[in-house]
Nanobody
Framework: QLQLVESGGALVQPGGSLRLSCSAFGSSLGGNFIGWFHQAPGREREAISCISSIGITSHADSVKGRFTTSRDNAKNTVYLQMNSLKPEDTGTYYC?????????????WGQGTKVIVSS
C-alpha cells in the first residue's frame, strides 16, 4: 500500500525559498505521475505542478518561473523547489500519485505540509 508523506513546509519571508519533498513508502514511485497541489486558507485545492515518470514537468501559470519540480526515483522522492515566494503561496501543499497521467486523476494523496509566507 502506497503512502505519500510531504515534508519541508515552514514559515518563510516573502521572496524566500523552500524545498518540499514528497516521499513514498510501501511502493515505488517509478512509473507514476506525481502532482503537487496547493490549498490556500478558505479556498479549494488547485493543481500547481506535475511530473511524469520520465521527468517531464508542467506548472500552473501562478507558479511558472518560480517553482520547479524534480524527482529522484532512487530515493523514491519528488521535490517541489519554491523560489520567490509570495504571501499568496501560503497554504497546505499536497502531493498525489497518478498511474495514468497528470490530467486523468490521482488515487493516492499525502496528508500535506504547511507553508506560511509572511514577514
Amino acid at each position: 500500500q502506497l503512502q505519500l508523506v510531504e515534508s519541508g513546509g515552514a514559515l518563510v519571508q516573502p521572496g524566500g525559498s523552500l524545498r518540499l519533498s514528497c516521499s513514498a513508502f510501501g511502493s515505488s514511485l517509478g512509473g507514476n505521475f506525481i502532482g503537487w497541489f496547493h490549498q490556500a486558507p478558505g479556498r479549494e485545492r488547485e493543481a500547481i505542478s506535475c511530473i511524469s515518470s520520465i521527468g517531464i514537468t508542467s506548472h500552473a501559470d501562478s507558479v511558472k518561473g518560480r517553482f520547479t519540480t524534480s524527482r529522484d526515483n532512487a530515493k523514491n522522492t519528488v521535490y517541489l523547489q519554491m523560489n520567490s515566494l509570495k504571501p499568496e503561496d501560503t497554504g497546505t501543499y499536497y502531493c498525489a500519485r497518478s498511474p495514468w497521467g497528470c490530467r486523468i486523476g490521482f488515487d493516492s494523496w499525502g496528508q500535506g505540509t504547511k507553508v506560511i509566507v509572511s514577514s
